[in-house]
Structures are given as C-alpha cells and as structure tokens.
C-alpha cells in the first residue's frame, strides 16, 4: 500500500520562500508520477505541479509557473516543491499526489485529481501580506 507523508508547510510573509517535501513508502517510487495539488478555503482542489516518473518532465499551471519547481529524488524516494515568491493567493492546503505510470510513457505527467489514487495528509501553507 503507497503511503505519501508531506511535511515543511507553515506560515510566511508575502516574497518569501517555503520548500515541501513529500515521502512515498510501501511501493516502487520511480514507478509514479508526482504531483503537488493545492486547495484553498472555499475552492476545489487544483493541480500545482506534476513531475514524470524519471523526473525528465515538469508542469506546472500557469498561476505557480516560474515562481516553483518541483524535483524528485528516486534515490530517496521523495519529491519536493519549492515554493519562491509566495503571494497570499497561494495560501491553501498542499497535497502530494501519486500515480502509478509505469505502463505510460516515461514522460507521461497526469493532471487531473482522479488521476492519482494516492494522497497524503495535506500540510497548511498560509502566506500573509
């Protein structure tokens, strides 16, 4: 059974940085893909970040795009996501997500929440101006 366990949210000021970090157990890490989801207070949960399961694609939606970077570490069987320039529209609940892909491509990154079978516990991530 995949077991994904997210630490490193908490508060900051606006312009400033938050790292993330995401660990996946009970399973073959290289085998999925990552992905960072964010759900704010009243709004669905919204897809962030993606990264293939060798690490040679990245995506990211247009609101996060060149402020994070998502990175994985098969070795550790972890995922990060950097988070530079933090504005108060970030502010949200970050989710790592898991999908198993080694039947796709290796540059194959899914994007869509029923996508990923497989969750972690949401860590907060407030951003105040």
């Known amino acids: 059974q995949v077991q994904l366990v997210e630490s490193g949210g908490g508060l900051v000021q606006a312009g400033e940085s938050l790292r993330l970090s995401c660990a996946l157990s009970?399973?073959?890490?290289?085998?999925?893909?990552m992905a960072w989801f964010r759900q704010a207070p009243g709004k669905e949960r919204e897809f962030a970040a993606g990264?293939?399961?060798?690490?040679?694609?990245?995506y990211y939606a247009d609101s996060v795009k060149g402020r994070f970077t998502v990175s994985r570490d098969n070795a550790k069987n972890t995922v990060a996501l950097q988070m530079n320039s933090l504005k108060p529209e970030d502010t949200a609940v970050y989710y790592c997500?898991?999908?198993?892909?080694?039947?796709?491509?290796?540059?194959?990154?899914?994007?869509?929440?029923?996508?990923?079978?497989?969750w972690g516990q949401g860590t907060q991530v407030t951003v105040s101006s």
């Open positions: 997500a898991a999908d198993y892909t080694l039947h796709m491509g290796a540059t194959y990154i899914p994007r869509t929440r029923s996508d990923y079978a497989y």
């Open positions: 009970g399973r073959t890490f290289s085998n999925y893909a």
């Open positions: 990264i293939s399961r060798t690490g040679g694609n990245l």
